[in-house]
Each structure stands twice: as structure tokens, then as C-alpha cells.
């Protein structure tokens, strides 16, 4: 079982309405919140534990994240438990891949400008002239940057695997002998997003846009 969950905020909460919903999380990850400096950010870790807490749920495993420990290289974990999840944010939107069948990296940058020259030590050759070469390089830049990210996270070793050793330009894609298969996530013509999991995925995945304030839920299937 594979599922992708969404929220967004595209305005601060208030405070009361902050504090309702970290109600819900322990007190050990709620004053990780505090620590933030800009308040998107602590709405982005609020909305990513939530958004894994809710997944827990529908999985059947209710529990209110006490067991979450992280390894040696800061990936989060749930001790105990046979779930892997990943979860990633940019701008507005949050995503979390929870899955009891493989293991799963997940990344969404929002596409706006950034100097392409201070990445090129990032890319392969093939990357970096594809980059050059496109009628939107920005977005072919988040393209690659969203697939390579969400490899390493799956991978578990994060930035100390070295992205340039990593083909972006395939939808498999092999690291440290092990085969990730990459599926595009569509979320807004805003951002780029993309899913790595170990096992190839032959259905189509449902992704569940969550309002915590409303109390909504909204599906996208592709």
C-alpha cells in the first residue's frame, strides 16, 4: 500500500488556531516548532507531521508519533512500525509518502528563479547540457533537482551521496547498486515534484489534499 498525502497554507494560521492543531502532536515535536524563525517554516513542520499522522490512521496504525526517531544521517522513522515515509515542502505545499510495501523519498520545490550556474558541480554532463538546451531550463533544473532529491531521501544517506553521480535524466535510476523508479507528482503548475520508491508502481496513485482547518479531504488520481 502506497499513498501521497497534500496540504497548504496559503496564509498564516493564527495563533490559536497554530496552537488547536499542534495540540494533536507531542510536546517534543510541537516545540521543535518554536525554533523556526520564519513562521512559514513552523507551518510547513506542523502541516508534514500531521499529514504523517493522518496517513498512520488510514493505514490502520493510530499513534501519536511518541516512537519518531531519526537515523544517524536525520531521516526521520517510526520505531516499531512497517511503515516508511518521507515527507517534503516548498512554498505553500506540504507532501508525505507513507508506504508498507517499499521504501519511498519524496520532494517538491517551488519553480522560481535561482542562478543556474551555482549548481552546475550538481549535474552530469548529459544533466547539465539537457539544462542548456531547454526552452525552460528552470523548470528542466527542478525536474532533475525534484528526482535526484527524492532518490537520495529514499536512499536514506541524503546530501552525502553525491548528486552528480546520480542520472536524473532516466526513471530508473541506480544508486549504490539499488534501483529507484521515479513517477512524476503533479501538484500545482507552480512546482515540480517527484516520487522515488524501490518497487515499480503500476497503479496510479491517489494523492489526498487535506484541509486540517475544514476538515476536508480531496482526491487526485493519476
Given amino acids: 500500500m502506497l499513498k501521497v498525502y497534500c496540504a497548504n497554507f496559503k496564509t498564516r494560521l493564527t495563533v490559536e488556531e497554530f496552537q488547536n492543531l499542534s495540540q494533536t502532536l507531542p510536546g517534543a515535536i510541537t516545540d521543535k516548532f518554536l525554533k523556526f524563525i520564519r513562521w512559514q517554516d513552523a507551518h510547513a513542520a506542523l502541516m508534514g507531521k500531521l499529514l504523517l499522522k493522518e496517513g498512520l490512521k488510514d493505514m490502520g496504525y493510530c499513534m501519536n508519533l511518541e516512537n519518531l526517531k531519526y537515523t544517524i544521517y536525520n531521516r526521520p522513522y517510526l520505531d516499531n512500525c512497517p511503515i516508511d515515509f518521507n515527507i517534503s515542502h516548498s512554498g505553500e505545499y506540504v507532501l508525505c509518502a507513507l508506504s508498507t510495501t517499499c521504501s519511498v523519498g519524496i520532494d517538491i520545490e517551488q519553480v522560481r528563479p535561482v542562478d543556474l550556474s551555482d549548481f552546475e558541480s550538481q549535474w552530469t554532463l548529459q544533466e547539465l547540457d539537457n539544462i542548456r538546451r531547454s526552452d525552460d531550463s528552470l523548470r528542466q533544473f ?52 517527484h516520487l522515488a520508491t524501490d518497487v515499480e508502481i503500476d497503479k496510479p496513485i491517489t494523492i489526498n489534499r487535506i484541509d486540517f482547518l475544514q476538515g476536508k479531504v480531496d482526491e487526485m488520481i493519476f
Avoid at 174 to 181: A, F, H, R
Fill in 142 to 193: 527542478y525536474n532533475y533537482w525534484t528526482r535526484k532529491e527524492a532518490v537520495i531521501k529514499a536512499n536514506g544517506k541524503g546530501l552525502s551521496l553525491s548528486l552528480n553521480k546520480i542520472n536524473a535524466t532516466i526513471d530508473r535510476i541506480s544508486v549504490e547498486g539499488k534501483t529507484w523508479y521515479i513517477k512524476e507528482i503533479f501538484i500545482s503548475d507552480d512546482y515540480c515534484s
